[in-house]
């Protein structure tokens, strides 16, 4: 048998693949190349210093079972560090470094100077009359790191935020794209790691905005004739967070002239970091050359806290109130608050203002009726799960068989209006959903929906089983 570079990561990858978390895997092995084999070392390529140490850090042991299981004790591993061309007209930097020998490497500027043409830039975030040279960060301090607690629900947001942090420009996340539902902390994430980078690099400029603030002062340079004006001031950011950036979808005046700051931004070693309550995969009316910059970093769900998570922040916020509450009271409320941070937080802010507004002692019954209020004041996102119980239900199948490979028309059609009814009920991305309902990719789950719009138009039966499921829903 003919064993090539190729082959041996394959098979490491197969391996790899069975034994980590789905979004881990597309974000730390989807991007390495196997470059070639010698003497039972491969050498395999990763696009930044960056990406090796993270690897080095998390997965080596992992890397060393995967290649010993194909190559024997004797097998080594070969980093090939490539940057990519995209800074101007240099070469790719490469570096070669064996694994777990860290110590060769050292780090390697690319950040170019920017030049302005026009020293007097207007700021738009200066009010008319006052004369404001130093651009003020417009961060909120009290959404920092300390009070955004991991858990498996935002790890890996948190650990991409971190390393942006320590290395604003410097990562192979650029940009770094937080993505999920209302009240899952993309705002406080964002902020968080500029307030990290203000502390840590007190000379970069760092400016948080919503993308409707920045529409808004688009629009006003238009009417004004200061168009470049306000291109060149982002330009001379160093770190630009942009929050909701779903907000640009169909307007094509803003986008265009954010692909201009980005590209130049990017170009120049700067650090971009966008929120958005849609995967770019999902974000309609945005034109393909900015998704595709958008792209480029890294795109990381936060998704709903999981009980310990919920636990852990309730715990917390207590805490940071100097509040004692009964552990009974505490439980109740991560149990039955389970979508939102924002709603747990409410709920338990509500306990406290009642008990010491009204001299109530939180009890587990008054500790029911705020949550019930909480509750029934919130329409509850159905769980994907849910969804694929109740679709394998009315079909009289499991929800395996819902999920199996199988191509047997009915089957297919109960998964399809899963999916269907995934998208329409809850705030995953296409490609959660996917990986959720049998290991899917995201076009796979476009074409179920495309789909069950069409059969719902031409299949009298079919539109009955969408009204019928529909009603189990609301």
Same mark, same amino acid.
């Given at each position: ?27 730390? =092995? ?7 084999? $010698? ?6 390529? #990763? ?17 060393? #079972? ?19 061309? $995209? ?6 930097? +490469? ?16 950040? #170019?100077?920017?030049? *302005? ?7 738009? =975030? ?9 651009? %003020? *960060? ?22 991409? &935020? ?40 007190? %000379? ?21 004739? $200061? ?17 909701? #950036? ?11 002239? =954010? ?37 480029? &970093? ?23 109130? &100097?509040?004692?509450?009964? %552990? ?21 802010? *509500? ?49 395996? +068989? ?23 009920? $809850?705030?995953?991305?296409?490609? *959660? ?42």
């Amino acid at each position: 048998m003919n064993v090539t570079a190729n082959s041996v990561w394959n098979n490491c990858l197969a391996f790899i693949q069975d034994n980590i978390q789905s979004q881990a895997f597309k974000t730390w =092995f989807e991007p390495i190349k196997p470059v070639k084999l $010698t003497d039972n070392a491969l050498s395999i390529q #990763v696009p930044s210093k960056f990406f090796y140490e993270w690897l080095e850090e998390h997965y080596v042991k992992l890397l060393k #079972v995967a290649l010993t299981k194909e190559l024997g004790e004797s097998a080594k591993l070969v980093y090939v560090i490539k940057m990519e061309n $995209t800074y101007g007209n240099r070469e790719p930097f +490469t570096e070669k470094i064996p694994s777990s020998n860290r110590s060769n490497v050292g780090p390697q500027e690319l950040d #170019v100077p920017i030049k *302005s043409k026009n020293p007097e830039l207007k700021n738009p =975030f200066v009010i008319p009359g006052i004369r404001n040279i130093k651009i %003020e *960060s417009q961060l909120n301090p009290n959404y920092n790191f300390d009070n955004f607690l991991e858990g498996d629900s935002n790890r890996l947001a948190r650990s991409a &935020g971190m390393a942006v942090a320590n290395k604003p420009g410097g990562t192979s996340f650029n940009p770094l794209l937080i993505f999920g539902g209302v009240g899952l902390g993309k705002t406080h994430l964002a902020h968080a790691i500029g307030v990290e980078i203000k502390d840590k690099y007190p %000379e970069r400029t760092v400016l948080y905005i919503s993308a409707e603030k920045f529409t808004q002062q688009y629009i006003e340079s238009v009417k004004k004739n $200061t168009r470049n004006d306000f291109i060149h001031f982002y330009q001379l950011i160093d770190v630009l967070i942009i929050d909701d #950036v779903q907000f640009l979808s169909g307007k094509s005046g803003t986008q265009d002239v =954010f692909f201009h700051v980005f590209n130049h931004l990017h170009q120049n070693g700067k650090q971009v970091i966008l929120t958005s309550d849609k995967a770019p995969v999902d974000m309609q009316d945005v034109e393909q050359r900015l998704l595709s910059r958008f792209k480029w &970093g890294l795109s990381a769900e936060l998704q709903n806290p999981d009980y310990e998570t919920r636990i852990s922040i309730l715990k917390n916020k207590l805490y940071r109130d &100097g509040v004692e509450m009964p %552990e009974d009271i505490v439980d109740y409320v991560a149990k039955h608050i389970k979508t939102n941070i924002r709603e747990l937080e409410g709920a338990i802010i *509500s306990l406290i203002a009642q008990s010491s507004f009204n001299k109530k002692e939180v009890t587990l019954e008054l500790a029911q009726h705020v949550v019930e209020k909480f509750v029934k004041n919130t329409k509850r996102e159905v769980s994907i799960d849910y969804i694929q119980k109740v679709v394998s239900d009315y079909f009289e199948m499991d929800v395996a +068989t819902l999920q199996s490979k199988t191509r047997k028309r009915h089957i297919v059609q109960a998964r399809q209006l899963a999916m269907f009814f995934a998208k329409k009920f $809850t705030k995953a991305s296409l490609a *959660s959903i996917g990986s959720q309902i049998g290991k899917r990719d995201h076009a796979t789950v476009l074409h179920a929906c495309k789909t069950v719009d069409n059969l719902a138009e031409t299949d009298k039966q079919f539109r009955k089983y969408i009204d019928d499921l529909t009603k189990k829903f609301s």
